[in-house]
T-cell receptor
Framework: TQLLEQSPQFLSIQEGENLTVYCNSS?????LQWYRQEPGEGPVLLVTVVTGGEVKKLKRLTFQFGDARKDSSLHITAAQPGDTGLYLCAGERVGETSGSRLTFGEGTQLTVNP | KAGVTQTPRYLIKTRGQQVTLSCSPI?????VSWYQQTPGQGLQFLFE???????NKGNFPGRFSGRQFSNSRSEMNVSTLELGDSALYLCASSVQGLAVNEQFFGPGTRLTVL
């Protein structure tokens, strides 16, 4: 069982549409990070959310951290073909041993068709 | 600032062989973490090194090992390779000592075991 459940797993939409990707867990996270990964490359950090209820915006991307710090969402407005990629949520669980150890969701493969 | 670098980018080995992968973190970053990414399992945490000491370890067999040098560069070794070890191996570095430990990934080493 994945500690971080991402949905949907696959998403294929037309340019200009809006979409939301969800990242849920029964565990509490001290922080949650969203990454985007392109084929053959490493994940690129998009944003980190730390405070419950926090909302962060990055151009057309809006990230939200749940009040209880157990879930997060990524909303993309007016998607463009350049948004195509694998979106990953990852977090550090509260109570985890010290140091860096990210738990990853399975990822959402987004395809934006022109 | 240069990003995380990993060498080699691609490797082909046969079952039973061993392999060593290298990672150079971002300058000033003292923590290096290693992850294995496969289509079926997603990103799985291998281990983390900080100040030349392994600080965290994931659920991988002892065939997977690593080390960190005084300049924070890290290597991971996989002995007695199995077909299932074929994966993208990612290294990530972080500063440590901050309230939130953001991790920055390298491009990965694609290992194919035949």
């Amino acid at each position: 069982t994945q500690l971080l459940e991402q949905s949907p797993q696959f998403l294929s939409i037309q340019e200009g549409e809006n979409l939301t990707v969800y990242c849920n867990s029964s565990s509490v996270f001290s922080s949650l990070q969203w990454y985007r990964q392109e084929p053959g490359e490493g994940p690129v950090l998009l944003v980190t959310v730390v405070t419950g209820g926090e909302v962060k915006k990055l151009k057309r991307l809006t990230f939200q951290f749940g009040d209880a710090r157990k879930d997060s969402s990524l909303h993309i407005t007016a998607a463009q073909p350049g948004d195509t990629g694998l979106y990953l949520c990852a977090g550090e669980r509260v109570g985890e041993t010290s140091g860096s150890r990210l738990t990853f969701g399975e990822g959402t493969q987004l395809t934006v068709n022109p | 600032k240069a990003g995380v670098t990993q060498t080699p980018r691609y490797l082909i080995k046969t079952r039973g062989q061993q392999v060593t992968l290298s990672c150079s973190p971002i300058s000033g970053h003292r923590s290096v973490s290693w992850y294995q990414q496969t289509p079926g399992q997603g990103l799985q945490f291998l281990f983390e090194y900080f100040s030349e000491t392994q600080r965290n370890k994931g659920n991988f067999p002892g065939r997977f090992s690593g080390r960190q040098f005084s300049n924070s560069r890290s290597e991971m070794n996989v002995s007695t390779l199995e077909l299932g070890d074929s994966a993208l191996y990612l290294c990530a570095s972080s500063v440590q000592g901050l309230a939130v430990n953001e991790q920055f990934f390298g491009p990965g080493t694609r290992l194919t075991v035949l």
